[in-house]
């Protein structure tokens, strides 16, 4: 008969954490999530496992916390993964104690994760900045929003604790100001308009976000023309929500998808007549930037906002449109 030994992934020492006042009424793998970094998704699995407990006792991902519940965690060593610094060049547009604002590239990864551990933009920070928050997860740390490997622009990474939870209540209560630049297919009718739509994972796919779900949730995005060039438009839009994938799966449901966007309508060219011949416009990435990022200082409560011009790879797809 075979020994069964206790199982080594749980031979860390136990985090106990107790409930308060604000956190009564919290799903268990909510507030485990919050207080933890831990991804839900991984919190919930831990409870399945019974690694889990409130007050010694194994309850659902469902349980409602209560005022002086106290919930133990047993983090598995898998858990404990080291972001490595690694001296990648990234432009930074502004950096002080509290937070940094950066210029992200199209194509760089933002955290680690399954199949990018080395390489990312958490990666290059932790290399370049001289400390980093705690909250967020060891491989996430200071991540209050994100933008997708193949979108470009400004984003904001908190490098202090209270810095990260006021960010995140920034964009918690969308008083953060978000302006994306994309080209998107066909000749749009309208000057302007907005899209709202609830947002969820797509029945077929859930690794795809679609409109097309029962349990979706608030989703609003504001746009308006920029420049018309026949087979494809640029256009300005402005969050309302920060729903994942918002900006690409919104306008796919309209029949007009980002261009070079491979997941979300698959328009990846577009016709074009050039002295009298018609040539492809083959797009490499999904064209959307995120153009313009302002939110209040969590120091000095002063509105700051912060911007990024069209990287060259739009840039140069506009001219062959034009």
């Not at 990435?285 to 002063?302: D, I, N, Y």
Request: glycine letters at 6%; hydrophobic letters at 35%.
């Amino acid at each position: 008969m075979e020994d069964r030994k206790q199982d080594t992934k749980y031979r860390l020492q136990a985090i106990s954490i107790a409930a308060s006042q604000s956190d009564i009424s919290k799903r268990l793998d909510v507030f485990v999530s919050e207080k933890t970094g831990i991804t839900r998704s991984q919190v919930q699995k831990l409870i399945k496992e019974g690694v889990i407990l409130v007050n010694n006792k194994a309850e659902s991902q469902n349980y409602k916390v209560k005022t002086n519940d106290v919930i133990t965690i047993h983090k598995p060593e898998e858990e404990k993964e080291v972001l490595i610094p690694e001296a990648i060049p990234i432009k930074i547009l502004y950096i002080d104690e509290h937070f940094v604002v950066v210029d992200k590239p199209a194509g760089m990864v933002v955290y680690p994760a399954a199949g990018h551990n080395r390489g990312t933009l958490l990666n290059a920070l932790a290399y370049h900045c001289k400390k980093m928050a705690d909250v967020g997860g060891p491989l996430r740390p200071g991540v209050v929003h994100r933008l997708d490997k193949d979108t470009s622009g400004v984003m904001v990474i908190a490098l202090d604790d209270k810095a990260y939870y006021d960010l995140a209540e920034q964009f918690k209560r969308r008083t953060i100001n978000r302006k994306y630049a994309a080209i998107i297919y066909g000749n749009i009718k309208e000057d302007s308009g907005e899209i709202e739509m609830k947002i969820g994972r797509a029945v077929s796919d859930r690794k795809k976000m679609s409109t097309q779900t029962k349990r979706g949730k608030e989703a609003v995005t504001k746009w308006k023309i920029i420049k018309r060039f026949g087979s494809a438009t640029l256009i300005e839009a402005k969050l309302r929500t920060g729903r994942t994938h918002q900006i690409r799966v919104h306008f796919s449901a309209i029949g007009h998808p980002v261009l070079g966007d491979r997941t979300y309508g698959k328009k990846t060219e577009v016709e074009v007549k050039v002295e009298g011949i018609r040539k492809k416009i083959i797009f490499p990435r999904q064209m959307l930037h995120a153009e313009t990022l302002g939110f209040v200082h969590p120091a000095t409560k002063e509105y700051i906002e912060f911007s990024s011009p069209l990287p060259k790879d739009m840039e140069d797809c506009i001219k062959k449109l034009e």
